[in-house]
């Protein structure tokens, strides 16, 4: 079974700044896709960034970028040019590309605090 | 507007009420998905519906039945439920098959059980 973590329950940046949140995860697989998603206080949960795994070239949206090792099994998301509207909880999850079901994994979540 | 509707927002039940939570869909998915967000505790997948078969169903109690009557609606329907259900309950839709998406979530029910 595919796990996902996320070592950072909370982390806080000073607006303007950048910050890391990080994402390892375990699987036998080859070919799977993940995902950031963001949970602000209203709670609706919205995909940030996605990577497919077949793709070398890190994704990239705007202020938001990932760190793809594949061998390491590692995924973490960069914010860039941090704002107040980022503060929220973040989820990386990890979703296999070889079955019908299309269910993700999620990691425990990291809580942004964004600093004025 | 989210192409992934929940209603109610929100549900205060008794343990001898039974209610239903409902989802609907607006983006032409072939899966849909419920899961449980509890305080301090990850996301817990509770059933898939894949084209509309249920494919998986995670342990979850009895008192938690689910139903797809089409692709585009889900419900969840609660009975006898105990104080320890309440949470947050997340319906989430996809498309699977050749051409794989991510999640999209519904805003969410927050339901309290008293």
């Known amino acids: 079974a595919q796990t996902v973590t996320q070592s950072q329950p909370e982390m806080s940046v000073q607006e303007a700044e950048t910050v890391t949140l990080s994402c390892t995860y375990d699987t036998s697989e080859s070919d799977y896709y993940l995902f950031w998603y963001k949970q602000p206080p209203s709670r609706q949960m919205i995909l940030v960034i996605r990577q497919e795994a077949y793709k070398q070239q890190n994704a990239t949206e705007n202020r938001f970028s990932v760190n793809f090792q594949k061998a390491a099994k590692s995924f973490s998301l960069k914010i860039s040019d941090s704002q107040l509207g980022d503060a929220a909880m973040y989820f990386c999850?990890?979703?296999?590309?070889?079955?019908?079901?299309?269910?993700?994994?999620f990691g425990d979540g990291t809580t942004l605090t964004v600093k004025p | 507007e989210t192409g992934v509707t929940q209603t109610p927002r929100h549900l205060v039940m008794g343990m001898t009420n039974k209610k239903s939570l409902k989802c609907e869909q607006h983006?032409?998915?072939?899966?849909m998905y419920w899961y449980k967000q509890s305080a301090k505790k990850p996301l817990e997948l509770m059933f898939v519906y894949s084209l509309e078969e249920r494919v998986e169903n995670n342990s979850v109690p009895s008192r938690f039945s689910p139903e797809c009557p089409n692709s585009s609606h889900l419900f969840l329907h609660l009975h006898t439920l105990q104080p320890e259900d309440s949470a947050l309950y997340l319906c989430?839709?996809?498309?699977?098959?050749?051409?794989?998406?991510?999640?999209?979530f519904g805003q969410g029910t927050r339901l309290t059980v008293v």
């Open positions: 983006l032409g998915h072939n899966a």
């Open positions: 999850a990890y979703r296999s590309a070889n079955t019908n079901a299309g269910k993700s994994t």
């Open positions: 989430a839709s996809s498309q699977v098959g050749a051409l794989n998406t991510e999640a999209f």
